[in-house]
């Protein structure tokens, strides 16, 4: 609907009175400035209010960065650990793979998962999941043949 | 356009200065966050139990999409396995040779056990090889049509031989 009136608009008077339309965005809204809206035909746009501290934080594009310098790492992982298996490898394996999995059940989590109670529910489920799965990676390699051997052991069935 | 708007009416944009105001004093910003929004969409309609639109059930399968979804499958699956070996490691008594040789006093066929390692390595050949064509994407090449046919058939094709050559090592 919105999508047909604006193209009417650009047919019948050009571009410049589709900026002015406010009948596309009718939605509610919290006006944090002082002034009222002194016109009749404003825009309502979604800014960094300046009173959010998390306004100019990126801790999203970081965490972004990090599962991809984690996935690199991981890659990395798989050759060093055929060559030269040992307990260092064994540890690192266990840090590497729970955070990857951690991190990439988180994305599932949030795709799929909706509203702040469920939300809440499944990561910490996820969190408590991720911290067994290290814990007994971690107990496997201090007292049992290690992630290595293990795997050489299974495959030279 | 809102994007224009919202980089004008940002504060510590040089622009910001009183007298650019005339390029944005007509947006208000609003006062909920993208996350929110999101919050208020998915509230009001399981609040109002409206049934989700057919999706996955009616739009014409692709090899792009079976790719993705069985990226995310091989990464549950796996993730799924590691988690379950750990849970029997803190668990279960006795150590891992035993449980080995428990499997090999079962003399279960070859068959059977080259299915077995098909069952563990091709997941994760699948899941690395797709996983570095993501990687590609993320450095922001192979994003044209054919190309991302043709990586996807390579990455199908790398995985079944790989997985073919682990089960014969």
Redesign the interface.
Known sequence: MAAIVRLSSVCRRGVKPL??QSTLLV?P?????KEQ???P??????????LYAGSDSNAASLHWTAE?VL??AL?AL?PVAYFSPGPVIDYSLAAA??LH?HW??GQ?LTDYV???TKVKLASAGLFV?ST??????C??NY???GICN?IA???S? | ??LL??TL???GVCLSKPHYHVLY??????????KEE??KF??KN?RLNRPMSPHITIYKWSIPMMMSITH?GT??G??GA??A??????ILPG???HY?DL??SLSVGPIL?GLA?FGIAFPLSYH?YN??R??YW?IGKGFKIPEVYRTGYTVIGLSVVTSLA?IL?
């Not at chain 1, 809204?29 to 400035?33: A, K, P």
């Not at chain 1, 035909?41 to 209010?49: M, Q």
């Not at chain 1, 067994?132 to 990676?137: E, I, K």
């Open positions: 900026f002015y939605r809204v919290v006006v944090l400035h809206q002194p016109h035909l404003t825009a309502r746009i979604h800014s960094s209010p300046p991809r996935s690199i890659l798989g793979l729970t999995g990439g059940l599932v909706h509203g702040d999941l067994v799965t290290f814990a007994g990676l107990y496997f007292n049992d043949v293990a052991l299974l495959w069935k | 356009m809102a708007l919202r009416g940002r504060q004093r007509h947006a208000a910003p609003m006062g909920t966050t993208a999101m919050n998915w509230a399981s995310r990464g549950v796996l993730s590691i988690s070996f750990a849970m029997a490691a803190l150590n891992y040779t080995l499997i090999h056990i390692k690395t996983g570095i993501h990687l993320d682990l090592m």
